[in-house]
């Protein structure tokens, strides 16, 4: 009675295994007292164990050399991710999964960055998994290439339900009024999709339309900055109170574009501009009043800027305070446009033309058309040297950031 006994708690114990060692029948069998049943009983088990830890480490092994030779993984990544494809037997199912991949254009680098963020993707499904979330791409209007930089960049998007991806697309969509707008925006902001719609965005929205931001406002937030929305509250409420802070209220019709700027200025590096055009003899006042203005120009490196307000100040001869009020002529690219259109017109003016149409608005601020139409076309009989001289201009300083 006593060896039913021992050896039915042996049973049940190893019953109660999920996957038995050797080395743990080993254990049991020390541990219990002798007999020849609880033995031979000890002796199977271990011997099923061993088999059972050699098919494992088979399949290991064999997902291992698979993502080696079809994937190009070296040896310690495919290794690794190989534990967590144990459900693979066979080439059947990642080979469809490959196959698919190639089909939309996937490329083997492509591939592998995906396959290196998300290995599970071979456990997937083509037909239940990938196809539908493609398609769903593929009707908003989103190309094959387009689909392969969203995927391979934010493999959360295979990861998610058809359904879950299919509702955020439809939120997105009727948020931007417009299937083109979301697509843009989906090709800038790749991780826009991934977003929580109920923990981060919606909350973060009504914050906006408190501020009375909404319709046209609020796209144009979500187009240029979308990112904002994705923030905690807390620091939604910060940069609202900064813009507040710089004499910004609520109701102008540049907060909007003052929180975008905002959000991607920090507050150490919008103090460090502000010093930047002190030395130039700009007051406080002036640098709120010039970002009121054009709320892009801090975005810009203290050095581009330097250098912009040495061109305009020493060589194209315009007061600083002149500049403050105008600080649109910040953003304007220096090699492409203020050295070019400068020394076009200052080639004219030593001929003696442009004499009273000398002026930031009729050259600086003219479209690219209007300047060649009115400055190169109109003295090309008389001038015919100045359609190469403003063609060398601007490939010169196209290519040399540097100015004489």
Same mark, same amino acid.
């Given at each position: 009675m006593k060896r039913l006994h021992y050896f039915s708690s042996f049973c049940q114990t190893v019953s109660s295994t999920r996957s038995l060692r050797p080395h743990d029948a080993a254990l049991l069998f020390t541990v219990l007292p002798y007999s020849a049943s609880a033995a031979a009983a000890a002796a199977a088990a271990a011997a099923a164990a061993a088999v059972a830890a050699a098919s494992i480490t088979g399949r290991h092994m064999f997902m291992a050399q698979y993502l080696v030779n079809s994937c190009g993984f070296d040896q310690e990544k495919a290794t690794e991710a190989s534990k967590l494809l144990k459900g693979i037997q066979s080439r059947? !199912?990642?080979? +469809?999964?490959?196959?698919?991949?190639? /089909?939309?254009?996937?490329?083997? $680098? /492509?591939?592998?960055?995906?396959?290196?963020?998300?290995?599970?993707?071979?456990?997937?499904?083509?037909?239940?998994?990938?196809?539908?979330?493609? %398609?769903?791409?593929?009707?908003?209007?989103? &190309?094959? /290439?387009?689909?392969?930089?969203?995927? %391979? +960049?934010?493999?959360?998007?295979?990861?998610?339900?058809?359904?879950?991806?299919? &509702?955020?697309?439809?939120?997105? !969509?009727?948020?931007?009024?417009?299937?083109?707008?979301?697509?843009?925006?989906?090709?800038?902001?790749?991780?826009?999709?991934?977003? &929580?719609?109920?923990?981060?965005?919606?909350?973060?929205?009504?914050?906006? %339309?408190?501020?009375?931001?909404? $319709?046209?406002?609020?796209? +144009?937030?979500?187009?240029?900055?979308?990112?904002?929305?994705? !923030?905690?509250?807390?620091?939604?409420? /910060?940069?609202?109170?900064?813009?507040?802070?710089? $004499?910004?209220?609520?109701?102008?019709?540049?907060?909007? %574009?003052?929180?975008?700027?905002?959000?991607?200025?920090? &507050?150490?590096?919008?103090?460090?501009q502000m010093e930047l055009f002190r030395s130039f003899g700009w007051s406080e006042n002036d640098f709120v009043a010039a970002f009121h203005k054009c709320p892009t120009f801090p975005l810009k490196s203290s050095m581009t800027l330097q250098r912009t307000m040495e061109f305009l100040i020493n060589e194209a001869g315009y007061a600083s305070s002149y500049i403050a009020i105008r600080p649109v002529l910040l953003i304007m690219s220096l090699e492409r446009r203020l050295i070019p259109r400068h020394r076009i017109l200052a080639t004219l003016k030593s001929r003696g033309h442009c004499e009273s149409d000398y002026k930031v608005t009729t050259y600086i601020m003219a479209t690219e058309a209007k300047f060649v139409e009115k400055y190169i076309t109109l003295y090309k009989d008389r001038y015919p040297d100045l359609s190469e001289l403003y063609a060398d201009l601007s490939h010169c300083n196209a290519s040399d950031s540097g100015f004489q």
């Amino acid at each position: 009675m006593k060896r039913l006994h021992y050896f039915s708690s042996f049973c049940q114990t190893v019953s109660s295994t999920r996957s038995l060692r050797p080395h743990d029948a080993a254990l049991l069998f020390t541990v219990l007292p002798y007999s020849a049943s609880a033995a031979a009983a000890a002796a199977a088990a271990a011997a099923a164990a061993a088999v059972a830890a050699a098919s494992i480490t088979g399949r290991h092994m064999f997902m291992a050399q698979y993502l080696v030779n079809s994937c190009g993984f070296d040896q310690e990544k495919a290794t690794e991710a190989s534990k967590l494809l144990k459900g693979i037997q066979s080439r059947q !199912q990642p080979d +469809s999964i490959l196959a698919f991949l190639k /089909s939309y254009g996937f490329d083997d $680098g /492509s591939t592998k960055r995906l396959l290196l963020l998300f290995p599970k993707c071979l456990l997937l499904d083509v037909e239940k998994a990938f196809a539908p979330r493609f %398609r769903a791409f593929e009707d908003l209007g989103l &190309s094959p /290439s387009d689909i392969v930089n969203l995927v %391979r +960049s934010n493999p959360s998007t295979i990861k998610m339900k058809h359904e879950r991806i299919v &509702s955020k697309i439809e939120f997105w !969509q009727g948020l931007l009024s417009s299937k083109d707008a979301l697509v843009k925006l989906i090709k800038t902001n790749r991780g826009i999709l991934t977003y &929580s719609i109920e923990n981060k965005i919606k909350p973060n929205l009504e914050l906006l %339309r408190e501020c009375g931001l909404d $319709g046209p406002k609020l796209a +144009s937030i979500l187009r240029n900055r979308p990112k904002i929305v994705a !923030q905690n509250a807390d620091f939604l409420k /910060s940069l609202i109170s900064r813009a507040e802070d710089l $004499g910004v209220p609520r109701t102008s019709e540049m907060f909007h %574009r003052i929180l975008c700027a905002l959000f991607t200025v920090s &507050s150490e590096k919008f103090k460090m501009q502000m010093e930047l055009f002190r030395s130039f003899g700009w007051s406080e006042n002036d640098f709120v009043a010039a970002f009121h203005k054009c709320p892009t120009f801090p975005l810009k490196s203290s050095m581009t800027l330097q250098r912009t307000m040495e061109f305009l100040i020493n060589e194209a001869g315009y007061a600083s305070s002149y500049i403050a009020i105008r600080p649109v002529l910040l953003i304007m690219s220096l090699e492409r446009r203020l050295i070019p259109r400068h020394r076009i017109l200052a080639t004219l003016k030593s001929r003696g033309h442009c004499e009273s149409d000398y002026k930031v608005t009729t050259y600086i601020m003219a479209t690219e058309a209007k300047f060649v139409e009115k400055y190169i076309t109109l003295y090309k009989d008389r001038y015919p040297d100045l359609s190469e001289l403003y063609a060398d201009l601007s490939h010169c300083n196209a290519s040399d950031s540097g100015f004489q």
